[in-house]
């Protein structure tokens, strides 16, 4: 893993000058030479997640000057601004200079959240400046989705213990409840299984808590209903 336990770290958004009239809340520094700054800089940001499962509808924003290229766990998710098809390295100018209202703009796109792991994760950006004379740098970026609680097992009852005469029937009424989740929902399955019991049992309908059970010859019966 990357070592980044030197860098310098601050509140965004963070540059250095003025974009558009928007000051950096971290200032990074652009060298000793104004007529020779570095042309790219580069950003990580660790953040945990718990069940990555549960999380849908992942959104990246981001702010820029001038290009960007942005990772979720080593995965390029976004690229803006910046050739593509080509490799991109520390040298690499951003395409076109920013200006104005496109420097405080804000671009969204959508991340797929299997790329998120469960603990821990790492939201990495690379921002190229258009040339090493660029007067201004501002970068400010946001990971954003829904996130569901962990999903839990179905709660589930087979019903009292009952004694019947054959050739009577078992009337079996099962309860099961579910959480819903997780979202989008998946299908709750239950079935109604023999445990022991010296013959063979059918069931009426072996997938509805509401049932009812044939026995082929008398004796003591484990029935089981699962969800």
């Not at 520094?29 to 800089?41: C, E, M, Q, V």
């Not at 098809?85 to 920013?98: F, K, P, Q, R």
């Not at 989705?145 to 019947?164: F, L």
Request: aromatic content about 8%; some cysteine.
């Amino acid at each position: 893993m990357f070592n980044d336990n030197s860098w310098a770290s601050g509140p965004a958004p963070l540059g250095y000058s003025d974009a558009n009239g928007l000051w950096p809340a971290t200032t990074n520094s652009f060298g000793a030479d104004s007529s020779s700054k570095h042309l790219t800089y580069y950003y990580r940001h660790y953040f945990t997640v718990a069940n990555p499962a549960s999380v849908t509808n992942l959104l990246l924003s981001v702010q820029r000057d001038d290009g960007v290229i942005v990772y979720l766990n080593g995965t390029g998710i976004l690229t803006n601004n910046l050739a593509t098809g080509v490799a991109i390295t520390y040298l690499s100018n951003a395409l076109e200079v920013v200006g104005g209202a496109d420097e405080t703009a804000i671009y969204t796109h959508p991340v797929n959240a299997s790329l998120l792991l469960p603990g821990t994760n790492v939201l990495a950006a690379e921002v190229h400046q258009s040339s090493r004379t660029s007067s201004d740098l501002i970068f400010d970026c946001g990971l954003t989705g829904e996130g569901y609680p962990i999903n839990q097992p179905p709660t589930v009852q087979a019903g009292a213990d009952q004694s019947i005469a054959l050739p009577a029937q078992a009337h079996l009424r099962a309860s099961i409840a579910d959480d819903g989740l997780p979202i989008p929902p998946g299908l709750l399955a239950c079935a109604w299984t023999k445990v022991s019991g010296p013959g063979l049992v059918t069931f009426t309908e072996p997938t509805s808590p509401m049932s009812a059970a044939t026995f082929s010859v008398p004796g003591n019966y484990v029935l089981r209903f699962l969800g």
